[in-house]
Every structure is written in C-alpha cells, then in structure tokens.
C-alpha cells in the first residue's frame, strides 16, 4: 500500500475548508452587520444634533434679524423670512423636546416677544404717534421680557442636548 500524503492533505484540507466556509462567511457578514448598525447609530445621533442646533441657530437668526431691522422693506422681509424659519423649528422643537421641557418654554417666551416687539417696531415705522401713543409702546416694550436673558437662558438649556462629545459616545 503506497500512502500519497498530497492527496491525504488536500481533501482533509478541502474537506475542513468546506465545512468552515458557512462558518467564516456568517461571521463576516454578523461583523458587518455590527459596523451597519453602529454607523447608523452615530448617523441618528448626528442627525438629531443638526436638528437641535437647527433650533438654536434658527432662534438666534430670528434675534438678530429683529436688531438689524431698520424698517426698509428688504429688511422687513429678512424679519418676515427668519420669522418663519423660527416658527417652523418651534415646532418641531415639540418634537426634539418635548411640549413640556423648559426648552419649548423659553422658546415660546422667545416667540411671543419678538412677534410683539416686531410689530410694535413695525408699527412705529409706519406712524406718525403722539405722545400719549409712543409713551404707552415704550411702556410695552419695557413689560416684555428681556431677549436676551432668554436667549442666555435657552444656551444654558440646549447645553446638554447639544454637546457635541456626548454625541460620539
């Protein structure tokens, strides 16, 4: 009896390598799954944190649109357009949030007073007022709260959720 060891070796060889192929090729593709899901995990938390920022800068370009209004028209609808575009983030701040958080608080606080200070601006540009009219819109203007405390205060509340090395993690 003449044993060929090239040919033991190569079939037990192909007989192993057959048998662990399912084995190896399931391992990659659960490897890859893995990488698939972390990916798509860091892509929601990224996502998420665009959309919260969205809300800040959306607010604060509404602010600053409000200051720089100077009663031209062009400048009217540069006010008109980030009040939309703020309107539009505040409600979905609902969503990012919650109706209840504090966040949608100061927003809201945000929203109703550059409306009104808006309007009262707007209203003083287009007016000639007596007295008696300019003394009681300037007493207004001094009831509402203060924009920029809010807007202090809204910095303090999205801190958290717009950490940006939380997002990693």
Do not use: C
């Amino acid at each position: 009896m003449n044993f060929d060891v090239y040919k033991f070796f190569t079939s037990v060889s192909i007989e192993h390598l057959a048998k662990l192929t399912p084995i190896f090729i399931s391992t990659v593709v659960a490897y890859i799954a893995y990488l698939q899901y972390k990916i798509n995990n860091h892509k929601l938390k990224f996502d998420l944190y665009n959309r919260r920022f969205s809300v800040y800068e959306k607010t604060l370009a509404y602010y600053q649109s409000y200051i720089a209004y100077d009663g031209e028209i062009e400048s009217n609808q540069h006010v008109k357009k980030s009040a939309a575009e703020f309107v539009r983030v505040y409600r979905e701040s609902i969503f990012l949030f919650g109706k209840d958080s504090s966040i949608y608080e100061s927003l809201t606080k945000i929203k109703n007073s550059l409306s009104e200070l808006v309007s009262i601006q707007e209203y003083f540009k287009s007016k000639n007022l007596d007295k008696d009219k300019s003394k009681a819109y300037s007493n207004r203007l001094d009831t509402l709260p203060s924009i920029e405390k809010e807007l202090e205060m809204l910095e303090l509340l999205l801190t958290p959720w717009l950490d940006f090395k939380k997002i990693s993690k």
